[in-house]
């Protein structure tokens, strides 16, 4: 509950200063600090003008430095509140739903950033390819694949060189694009000038894949999709099973 609750401030009568979590975004002010021991029966209310609703801004800037007196201020007061009350911020309703702290610890605790990739997702599940293809293209676009580079990153012993090519730095782009026996296969389909145009427009492989397909044609992006897939299948059949495809 801690992660999730907070205040809603009306008069701050029964809130405690310190150690109640009535900052903005459910923060509180340390007890442990020792700059605040005077402070530490002290409820809120002290620092609230009752009649105007409004923080005592002079007191708090006098009494505070400017990062926690700035963060006092931009606490929001609730005019219409007459009752201070204890409220759960991961749910507009105020109360607390395992679902809604599951949110929570998605958003502020776990590392969820290759969750956020902007994109038109829609565009992928539209192809006219089988799933397997799709669920791939969507893995690629989340940086879900374990590549030499992103495991060495995780922490784990493993070679960096590239399985096709024995050289290089062996990531999501050089495995799909850059790979010199990657970018003939791009050649043999005429497809190459555009990859490396859009490449070269923003170096990132799920930059590269919605920009291919919000602007070309159906076919092209399945055929797109398609040899992604087959590359990196054929990089899988050389690491584990030994097997060169001449044609991918």
């Not at 530490?40 to 003008?49: A, G, S, T």
């Not at 963060?71 to 219409?80: E, G, K, N, S, V």
């Not at 490396?196 to 427009?201: A, C, E, K, S, Y």
Request: glycine share 4%.
């Amino acid at each position: 509950m801690k992660q999730g609750a907070r205040w809603r401030i009306g008069f701050g009568v029964h809130i405690p200063f310190l150690g109640a979590p009535w900052l903005k975004d459910g923060l509180s002010l340390s007890t442990t600090n020792p700059v605040f021991e005077p402070l530490m029966q002290v409820k809120l209310r002290e620092f609230i003008d009752q009649d105007l609703k409004m923080w005592k801004a002079p007191l708090i800037c006098s009494l505070f430095h400017a990062r926690t007196a700035q963060a006092i201020l931009d606490t929001p007061l609730q005019p219409l509140v007459t009752k201070d009350k204890m409220i759960w911020k991961g749910g507009k309703s105020g109360k607390y739903y395992v679902k809604s702290a599951y949110k929570i610890c998605v958003s502020e605790i776990a590392d969820n950033s290759h969750i956020h990739v902007l994109g038109q997702w829609n565009l992928i599940w539209k192809l006219k390819v089988p799933p397997k293809i799709k669920n791939f293209l969507w893995r690629v676009c989340r940086g879900c694949f374990s590549t030499r580079a992103r495991l060495s990153r995780r922490g784990v012993s493993c070679p960096l060189d590239c399985v096709q090519c024995s050289n290089n730095y062996e990531d999501i782009i050089h495995i799909l694009i850059e790979c010199p026996k990657v970018v003939q296969v791009w050649r043999d389909a005429n497809l190459w000038d555009t990859i490396d145009r859009l490449l070269r427009q923003d170096y990132n492989i799920h930059a590269l894949i919605f920009n291919f397909l919000q602007n070309f044609s159906t076919g092209h992006c399945e055929l797109m999709a398609t040899i992604m897939w087959s590359l990196w299948k054929s990089r899988n059949m050389k690491l584990w099973q030994q097997q060169n495809e001449t044609h991918v």
